[in-house]
């Protein structure tokens, strides 16, 4: 019943994703990303990997989305601003689009092929141990230094838009 489950909200997650990456507007494609995330982690939960469920839940859908929101407030969104963006990138999905499968079909394919028990028994003491153990503090300087790469960009991108 579990594995039922599982793929549901693994389905779910796929739906949740695909909308997320094809929503004209940025405050949507954001609520979609979160309910991708959350469905993410409720697929772990019901593999039984509840400690990846619950980082899943308290990094991604809380610390990563809280990056997000900040990006989406310092964003410029105006209708202008998004014809521009449109007609930039309008073909410029098609190389990352390729990249992104020859990546992601072998991966596919060798996680279809390996035991999930051997993975899943490892899982929680690993990652337990690089987040609590030496990795703590580079952790958090790299977390540092992404936000100040943000609010960098946030200031290069106002001041490229002023008159």
Do not use: K
Not at 37 to 45: D, G, K, N, T
Not at 83 to 100: K, S
Not at 145 to 154: D, E
């Amino acid at each position: 019943m579990s594995s039922l489950v599982a793929i549901w909200c693994a389905s779910v997650a796929l739906a949740c994703a695909i909308l997320a990456v094809t929503r004209p507007s940025i405050v949507h494609a954001l609520i979609w990303l979160v309910a991708a995330l959350l469905s993410l982690a409720a697929c772990f939960f019901a593999l039984g990997a509840s400690f990846a469920g619950a980082v899943q839940v308290l990094i991604y859908a809380g610390a990563i989305v809280a990056v997000f929101v900040f990006v989406v407030m310092t964003a410029d969104a105006s209708p202008e601003a998004l014809a521009r963006e449109r007609a930039r990138l309008a073909a410029a999905w098609r190389r990352p689009a390729a990249a992104v499968s020859l990546v992601a079909v072998p991966l596919v394919l060798g996680l279809l092929s390996a035991e999930p028990e051997a993975a899943a028994a490892n899982e929680d003491a690993g990652l337990g141990a690089i987040l609590f153990g030496p990795w703590a503090l580079a952790v958090e300087l790299a977390s540092g230094l992404l936000l100040a790469a943000l609010m960098g960009a946030r200031h290069l991108g106002r001041r490229r838009q002023e008159p």
